[in-house]
């Protein structure tokens, strides 16, 4: 049986309808046309927090009992999960904290500390992160949410793919970037159950999932210098059990065609993205061959771009 199920993601979509937008499918007729395939852009951009991280978290944050939610709740994060937490458990009216690594973006900083989080800093890799977490719930026994190694964040992710299948019934496959997971664990779930196809898209600097399929086993990498920020952690352990052999392909983009995908984006669909969103643009944009002649949907994952 597997770790996720089904039906957690579709109750985890009736929890969370109160804190959270449907976001919108846009399309391009100019990528159409390059590409040779009808593409659809599920914008998470214009989520709440500007990032599906809302989704995540709302569902682990509403899912604590009472007695639990009271205690407060840490997590870690570079920017957009901690926002995220911090939003929920300003909804529940609990305190939390939230570790970031001091290289995250200030416009990460300022958001998470706009929903009245506490910030700690540490220095950047997950071991940092992850160490500075620990000590928070050893010295104030708060409750740690984990970005993407745990159910309920992973269900809450889920619920984007949901959204897109509902409205397109007839989608071949579904695409994504993949950082830490959650959100290839949840859509991963959805789109198998639908007999959809599902794609991850890493940066080369950071692709652990794919070094984990090519090697058949687990693969974590402390630290990488790609620009897509949100992309920087390797896949968890929950995540890459739930994934492994059911995501049909992972694929890597180069480094230098990140930004000039991000900002043809942002030209042409007139969308602020993250460069973590260009991720999957990147690889469409270069490598259109695969999917050609299919329907497909791209969930662009967060807006919360240093302008």
């Known amino acids: 049986m597997t770790l996720l199920q089904y039906q957690s993601i579709l109750d985890a979509h009736q929890l969370i309808r109160p804190y959270i937008h449907r976001t919108p499918l ?44 009271n205690k407060g709740v840490v997590a870690h994060s570079s920017g957009n999960h901690g926002a995220a937490v911090a939003y929920a458990a300003r909804k529940r009216g609990i305190p939390a904290v939230i570790v970031m690594p001091d290289d995250s973006l200030k416009c990460k900083f300022d958001a998470v500390a706009s929903y009245g989080a506490e910030i700690i800093k540490c220095k950047p890799g997950t071991a940092s992160r992850e160490a500075a977490q620990d000590i928070v719930v050893a010295q104030r026994g708060m409750l740690p949410i984990h970005p993407y190694n745990n159910l309920n964040v992973m269900a809450g992710q889920g619920t984007v793919g949901l959204e897109i299948i509902d409205e397109l019934s007839d989608l071949d496959i579904l695409i994504m970037p993949v950082g830490g997971g959650g959100l290839l664990a949840g859509n991963t779930i959805v789109a198998k159950h639908h007999g959809v196809k599902i794609f991850g898209i890493e940066p080369d600097l950071a692709n652990a999932a794919f070094q984990s399929r090519q090697a058949n086993e687990h693969i974590k990498l402390d630290k990488s210098a790609t620009v897509a920020d949100g992309l920087r ?27 000039p995908a991000q900002k043809w984006f942002m030209s042409r669909l007139k969308q602020v993205i993250e460069p973590s969103c260009a991720v999957p643009i990147a690889w469409l944009l270069t490598q259109p061959e695969i999917i050609r002649n299919k329907k497909v949907a791209v969930i662009i994952t967060g807006g919360n771009a240093d302008l």
């Open 26 to 69: 846009l399309t391009s007729s100019l990528l159409n046309d390059l590409t040779g395939s009808d593409v659809h852009f599920k914008c998470e951009n214009l989520q709440k927090v500007g990032a599906f991280k809302a989704r995540g978290a709302s569902n682990a944050i509403f899912s604590l009992s009472d007695s639990d939610a």
């Open 233 to 259: 952690s390797s896949i968890g352990d929950m995540n890459y059990a739930i994934t492994k052999n059911v995501v049909d392909e992972f694929f890597c983009v180069k480094e230098k065609d990140i930004i």
